[in-house]
């Protein structure tokens, strides 16, 4: 009997003592949190853009000016601050250049090459890393060539010098002629590879990244610019209306289109014309005039990840605070 009575005398002691220890909701909530366990705080992104040779003086002041619109875009409209944008240019500046190509480095092979070597240092696993690449190329029926400054560059040794690259966020923008072929060797889960041309000999002059840059930089009506009606802005959206002037502006020359952009953003190397269920029939499209656009959803399909990757800071439009 006296066993049994310090037996439960035991039990209830430990009973208080647990009960004395526990901290109550009030206490839990003002005690401080364990650094570790802090949210961790959004990226930065980071940019790199590279022109190739320019080949003449037009297109060295057609490009300087596309570089330093696109720039301007990005640092505006984006939010993203100049010093987390490089530039690297195929020419030597001249006076007349503006002051971002005179600060520029120049696009060889060996610069690039460092640049992006500098990059990955910089980088951390939840910054975001956005590659712009303009300019000529050429295409051999096997490789399409970046057309650099000394040695060329293929598009294999261009996907290998990011092949690895951790950051929470990775879009790259082929602009060139014979883009679509950097698809394949890019490709990768979550990255969003957006070339100016399909996988074939696609390879006229591309008026793509001049498209782009206005699309960054020129007031374009909200309802115009959120092609998926969902009140955000993203990169899918930016895909879209680019898109949407790239078409237009061959149809109002009537000219034929020899360009024609893909996107691939699941990982499988195959890039897909999504702009096809929004574009007009004249433009190209599926979209017949007094019909609801009607867009074909694939689950795992391209343009999901594009369409979670928003455009922080840009303002479209008198209209954009209604976003």
């Known amino acids: 009997m006296i066993r049994r009575q310090c037996l439960l005398f035991m039990a209830l002691s430990c009973v208080a003592c647990l009960s004395w220890s526990r901290p109550t909701d009030a206490q839990e909530a003002s005690a401080p949190r364990d650094a570790t366990a802090k949210t961790a705080e959004p990226g930065t992104r980071r940019v790199l853009i590279v022109c190739g040779l320019s080949g003449d003086e037009p297109h060295h002041t057609l ?8 720039q301007a875009g990005l640092s505006a409209r984006m939010g993203i601050a100049s010093d987390n944008i490089r530039l690297l240019f195929g020419d030597e500046p001249n006076d007349a250049d503006p002051r971002e190509i005179q600060d520029a480095g120049l696009s060889t092979r060996e610069d690039l090459e460092k640049a992006v070597a500098e990059m990955r240092q910089t980088l951390s696993p939840h910054d975001s890393l956005w590659v712009f690449v303009l300019g000529h190329s050429h295409y051999d029926g096997t490789h399409t060539w970046l057309n650099l400054p000394g040695p060329d560059l293929h598009e294999g040794d261009f996907a290998k ?9 990775q879009v790259y923008v082929i602009a060139t002629p014979a883009s679509g072929f950097f698809i394949k060797p890019l490709s990768a889960k979550g990255r969003v590879i957006i070339s100016a041309t399909e996988a074939d000999w696609e390879t006229n002059e591309t008026e ?11 007031e374009i009506p909200l309802k115009e ?7 955000m802005l993203t990169l899918f959206d930016l895909y ?16 034929l289109a020899t360009e024609h952009p893909l996107l691939d953003d699941n990982g499988d190397g195959r890039g897909s014309d999504l702009q096809i269920d929004y574009l007009t ?5 599926r979209v017949r005039p007094g019909r609801a656009l009607k867009v074909a959803y694939r689950p795992g399909g391209d343009g999901e990840l594009a369409k979670t990757i928003r455009l922080r800071d840009l303002e479209i439009g008198a209209d954009a605070t209604n976003r």
């Open 161 to 169: 010098l990011f092949q690895g690259v951790e950051a929470a966020e």
């Open 225 to 231: 610019f959120d092609a998926d009606s969902d009140g």
């Open 240 to 255: 879209i209306t680019l898109n949407r002037r790239l078409a237009q502006s061959y149809l109002d020359r009537q000219f």
């Open 281 to 285: 029939e004249d433009q190209g499209g």
């Open 63 to 70: 490009f300087a000016e596309t570089l330093v619109k696109l």
């Open 208 to 218: 793509f990244p001049l498209q782009l840059a206005a699309a960054l930089t020129e």
